[in-house]
DNA sequence: TATCGATCATTCGT
DNA sequence: CACGAATGATCGAT
C-alpha cells in the first residue's frame, strides 16, 4: 500500500492505493490510521471493522449517528425517484419479471450506465445525494461519479445473488454501500463454493447492514465473491442502500 | 440476478 | 423435554 497526499479538508485523512499485498504490519498501520478519520472537520474518529476471506476485503463502520440517519432516510423518500415500468423490469431465462425492490440511478451530469442490457442517463445529483457522496469521500478518500439506489419495501423485497458488472466499473475504485432504515442481512458467496458440486468448500461470510452504516467493497472482493441481499420476513420495515461506483469515463456523453 | 418447487433448518405447540 | 407440525431459509433447475 502507498500512503497518499494529504487532503485540504482533514490533515489526518490519508488515501491509500493497493499495489501489491500488504505485509502484516503495513495492514496494521493502515488499520490505525483508517481509525483516525473523520466524517467532517473536528468530528470524532470513525471506528472501522475489517472483513477479510480469501480474496474479500471489506470495511465497515457507522458513518451516520441514528439522528442524522433517520433525517436523511426521510429526505431520500421525498426526494428520490425510482424507476417504474420497463425500466423497473428484467429479463432472466427468458421471463420478464418485475424487480422485487425499487432502483433509481444518479450521478455526473451526462453520465451513462447500463443496467440488464440497456444503456440509461443517471438523473443529476440531489442535494442529499452529494451530502452522502460526500460524506462516504471523508471517510474514505475515494471520489465516485455515480449511485446506484436500491429500496427493499420490506423483508420480501430482496436482491438475488450476483456480482456487479466489472466492465462498465474502475476495477481499482472500492464499492461504498450506505445503509438507511431497516437493518438487512447480507451475505458474501465465494464463486468457487456455489453450485451442485463446487470445487471448493469456502463458508459464506454474513453480515447485517445497519442504519446509518457504511459497508467498502475493496478490490478484489467483487472478482471473487458473489453477494445478495435475501428475504427475510420478519422484517417489516423499508430500507434505503445507495451504492456509490465509479464507471469509467468512456461511457460518458457517447450520443 | 428472477421465480419456483424441493429440501433443509428452525421455531412452535402440545 | 420430546416429538411432530408449521414456518422460514437455502438450493437447484429454468
Known amino acids: 500500500f502507498k500512503k497518499g497526499r494529504r487532503s485540504g479538508a482533514n490533515a489526518l485523512m490519508l488515501r491509500y492505493t493497493p499495489i501489491a499485498e500488504p505485509t502484516v504490519m503495513e495492514k496494521f498501520l493502515l488499520q490505525g490510521q483508517k481509525k483516525h478519520l473523520c466524517t467532517k472537520e473536528f468530528s470524532h474518529p470513525i471506528p472501522w471493522q475489517k472483513i477479510e476471506a480469501e480474496g474479500l476485503d471489506c470495511d465497515y463502520a457507522m458513518l451516520f449517528p441514528k439522528g442524522e440517519a433517520d433525517d436523511?432516510?426521510?429526505?431520500?423518500?421525498?426526494?428520490?425517484v425510482y424507476s417504474t415500468?420497463?425500466?423497473?423490469?428484467?429479463?432472466?431465462?427468458?421471463?420478464?419479471?418485475?424487480?422485487?425492490?425499487k432502483q433509481a440511478a444518479y450521478g455526473d451530469k451526462g453520465l451513462?450506465?447500463?443496467?440488464?442490457?440497456?444503456?440509461?442517463?443517471?438523473?443529476?445529483?440531489?442535494?442529499?445525494l452529494e451530502y452522502i457522496r460526500d460524506s462516504v469521500t471523508t471517510a474514505t478518500g475515494q471520489t465516485f461519479n455515480f449511485v446506484l439506489i436500491n429500496r427493499y419495501k420490506d423483508g420480501q423485497d430482496h436482491m438475488g445473488e450476483h456480482r456487479d458488472d466489472e466492465h462498465e466499473l474502475d476495477p481499482s475504485c472500492p464499492?461504498?454501500?450506505?445503509?438507511?432504515?431497516?437493518?438487512?442481512?447480507?451475505?458474501?458467496?465465494?464463486r468457487d463454493a456455489r453450485g451442485k458440486h463446487s470445487s471448493r468448500h469456502?463458508?459464506?461470510?454474513?453480515?447485517?447492514?445497519?442504519?446509518?452504516?457504511?459497508?467498502?467493497?475493496?478490490?478484489?472482493?467483487?472478482?471473487?465473491?458473489?453477494?445478495?441481499?435475501?428475504?427475510?420476513?420478519?422484517?417489516?420495515?423499508?430500507?434505503?442502500?445507495?451504492?456509490?461506483?465509479?464507471i469509467t469515463e468512456k461511457t460518458r456523453w457517447s450520443q
Open 112 to 128: 451513462e450506465y447500463t443496467y440488464s442490457g440497456v444503456t440509461r442517463l443517471a438523473c443529476s445529483w440531489t442535494p442529499t
Open 85 to 101: 415500468g420497463e425500466e423497473s423490469k428484467v429479463q432472466v431465462f427468458g421471463k420478464m419479471y418485475n424487480i422485487p425492490r
Open 202 to 246: 469456502i463458508e459464506p461470510v454474513k453480515l447485517e447492514l445497519a442504519h446509518g452504516s457504511l459497508l467498502l467493497m475493496n478490490p478484489p472482493t467483487n472478482t471473487f465473491w458473489y453477494h445478495s441481499v435475501p428475504v427475510r420476513r420478519k422484517v417489516l420495515s423499508s430500507r434505503i442502500n445507495l451504492t456509490f461506483r465509479r
Open 175 to 190: 464499492i461504498a454501500s450506505v445503509s438507511l432504515g431497516a437493518a438487512r442481512d447480507f451475505v458474501f458467496r465465494h
Open 72 to 80: 436523511l432516510f426521510s429526505q431520500l423518500e421525498e426526494e428520490v
